[in-house]
């Protein structure tokens, strides 16, 4: 023992007179106490030794040396090596941490009495390892570079497990590209898991792979900002977290998931299931101000954004395809469709690019409980599918038959966009939610069977922007009101009414370009079965198939006997100029209407102007050519058959 403790004294006179670094290692762990933080060393007994608060065993003591590292306070680094690890821990935390290791399986758990936050460096490569670390004390887990897939999980499934309640950054470091992938034998709920808030941040790289459910699971909240992120393969959710989302700028790219693309649900606490209620808490919510988010979901049902409280988008871009089909939920027992992004509670949109694409059956584009309130952004939404029907025994997914009769749960029809809720109770509906548009550009699509392009289950208010419907249902549709007050729409629909509402249709402004079907659907249809109307007090109008039966027209209509098919027509009033080129089909009454006595040619050449409705339209327009044509006073709203009194269209909503 006398040679030890010789040896021992040697090496604090050694780093006392050159201020180096002692170096204890215990193993594949190195423990770095620099000789101005060392003071004195108590060897107690023959049996111990302890350094700075860290007291080690003698007979673990692999080596000690000294050498002229430098050591930076606050810090771990776990080297990966095939099949095994190092790890270094710096002196001043020495003694809060305890390291254990199996292979390339390393974990380290923080003393309670930590009051500093560490820095855990992962780097290198194994192709069996994981990284496991517990406490509760935040911390920063900076990725340089590390390959690490785990193989036979020894501490836990996952590739890298955090069991720390508290905020944890995850730093992939710029310039670097890091790739984790999880054990498939595990039972673990994500390949990078965090149990408390996670905030990723630099300019680096992470790709991820989930064999058994989430590719990143979070307990709490999840920000990011610069970093990109990759979830190539994930059994579950890509991203999975609760509380909040919250993206600034960096990239995401989510593909191959089981499930959902990212999902935000409500707080609450998994080992009891009880949550936080949405309206009494901010849980639940989406905020993304810049950034790039590309989601591939080929799930059934699946969601590519997927929100239990708001989602607000004022920047960033998106692009979200989804490719699954419709299903059965046999807990809820109703049909359930895939949607590009979804929320249980509103969406606030007010800037950005979105791009959502939905061809499965009963798809939908963007879809959301509450209100859907649009102030900006520039938003293109695509759906293909047809309806999708299952009534828990009957599975038809290009259903075609007629679903007047049959209970809305057993079908999920696909739409563009919609928002709001209409709730039965007996024989009476409470409708809530609904659409608000005050600005931005919206271009929808939909081709497959049923398919309406917007719709709200409550009322629709549109002041401004620019809207392009072209659908195979109902282009536009309210279940109770709808105001336009300003604004530039077009609203085509190829087997319904161009704008349908259930409720009264108040049109006071702005510039509308609407498409009905043959009789006897139309341009624009109110619901005079329940004695409801259209109201036309201002605006430019032009209405292809004619107006409801009964309208309440207080500015002066006009039409033609008849309308020439993709043909360029100009609509002049006063100074001003709207040209518009006529679809292939539609009804046979065309409406129109001014703030002064409009005149009409058709055949003309449009030469000048701003292009609107995805170029169908010309505002401002220079025209050339053309013949007149006649107009006729239009009154009462005739439906197909202008200047008397019509039919108008059949009941809206009715898939």
Not at 431 to 447: A, L, R, W
Request: some cysteine; aromatic content about 8%.
């Amino acid at each position: 023992m006398k040679k030890i403790y010789t040896s021992l004294s040697m090496l604090v006179l050694t780093i006392a007179a050159v201020a180096q670094t002692l170096n204890v290692n215990v193993g594949n762990v190195t423990y770095q106490f620099p000789a101005s933080q060392t003071g004195d060393m108590t060897y107690s007994e023959g049996t111990t030794l302890t350094i700075m608060g860290k007291t080690f065993n003698i007979e673990d003591i692999s080596s000690m040396k000294v050498d002229d590292t430098e050591v930076k306070d606050n810090t771990v680094n776990v080297a990966y090596n095939g099949s095994s690890a190092t790890v270094t821990v710096a002196g001043n935390v020495a003694q809060y941490l305890t390291v254990t290791q199996s292979g390339a399986h390393v974990s380290i758990e923080q003393s309670s009495d930590l009051a500093e936050e560490i820095t855990y460096t992962l780097s290198g490569t194994s192709t069996d390892g994981e990284f496991y670390m517990a406490g509760s004390y935040k911390a920063t887990i900076e990725l340089d570079g590390v390959t690490l897939t785990n193989v036979t999980p020894v501490y836990s499934g996952a590739a890298v497990h955090i069991q720390n309640g508290k905020r944890i950054k995850v730093k992939p470091l710029t310039g670097t590209t890091s790739t984790l992938t999880d054990a498939a034998g595990g039972s673990q709920k994500g390949c990078l898991y965090i149990n408390g808030h996670a905030e990723f941040a630099q300019k680096g790289t992470l790709n991820v792979v989930g064999n058994v459910k989430h590719g990143i699971k979070t307990g709490e909240y999840f920000t990011i900002k610069n970093s990109t992120i990759n979830i190539t393969s994930a059994v579950g959710d890509g991203i999975s977290c609760n509380q909040f989302f919250l993206m600034e700028s960096g990239t995401i790219n989510i593909s191959g998931t089981g499930d959902d693309g990212i999902q935000c649900d409500l707080e609450g606490t998994e080992s009891t299931g009880e949550t936080t209620e949405h309206e009494d808490e901010d849980t639940g919510n989406f905020y993304i101000s810049g950034g790039k988010i590309t989601v591939n979901c080929t799930a059934t049902a699946a969601k590519g954004i997927k929100s239990a409280g708001d989602i607000n988008i004022t920047g960033g871009t998106f692009n979200i395809t989804t490719t699954g089909g419709g299903t059965w939920d046999t807990d809820d027992l109703e049909t359930k469709a895939a949607c590009g992004i979804s929320a249980d509670g509103n969406i606030n949109i007010s800037g950005g690019t979105i791009a959502s694409t939905a061809t499965g059956s009963g798809g939908k584009g963007i879809k959301c409980d509450g209100f859907l309130t649009i102030t900006d952004g520039e938003i293109t939404v695509k759906t293909s599918g047809g309806l999708y029907y299952n009534n828990g025994t009957t599975e038809n997914s290009n259903y075609t038959g007629n679903t007047d009769n049959v209970n809305s749960d057993y079908y999920s029809s696909p739409k563009g966009i919609k928002a709001g809720l209409k709730t039965q109770s007996g024989n009476s509906y409470t409708y809530s939610g609904g659409i608000v548009i005050t600005g931005g550009t919206i271009d929808v699509t939909t081709t497959g069977r049923n398919g309406e392009g917007i719709e709200s289950k409550n009322t629709i208010e549109i002041s401004g922007g620019q809207i392009t419907v072209n659908s195979y249902d109902d282009a536009i549709n309210a279940a109770q009101d709808l105001t336009i007050n300003d604004g530039y729409v077009y609203a085509h629909a190829n087997n319904n009414d161009g704008i349908d509402t259930n409720g009264n249709c108040y049109i006071k402004g702005g510039l509308i370009f609407a498409i009905g079907a043959s009789s006897p659907e139309v341009g624009i249809d109110a619901n005079s079965e329940e004695q409801k109307k259209l109201y036309f007090t201002g605006g430019t109008l032009v209405a292809i198939g004619g107006l409801e039966s009964g309208s309440s027209l207080s500015q002066a209509c006009y039409s033609t006997s008849s309308w020439t098919k993709n043909t360029w027509y100009a609509l002049t009033y006063g100074n001003e100029t709207f040209a518009f080129k006529t679809p292939s089909s539609g009804g046979s009454a065309l409406v129109v209407s001014a703030a002064s006595t409009p005149s009409l040619m058709k055949g003309v050449t449009v030469s000048d102007g701003t292009s609107i409705f995805g170029g169908v339209g010309y505002t401002g327009a220079t025209v050339s050519g053309g013949s007149s044509v006649s107009l006729s006073n239009y009154s009462s709203g005739g439906g197909n058959n202008p200047g008397g009194p019509g039919g108008g269209g059949g009941p809206g909503g009715r898939f």
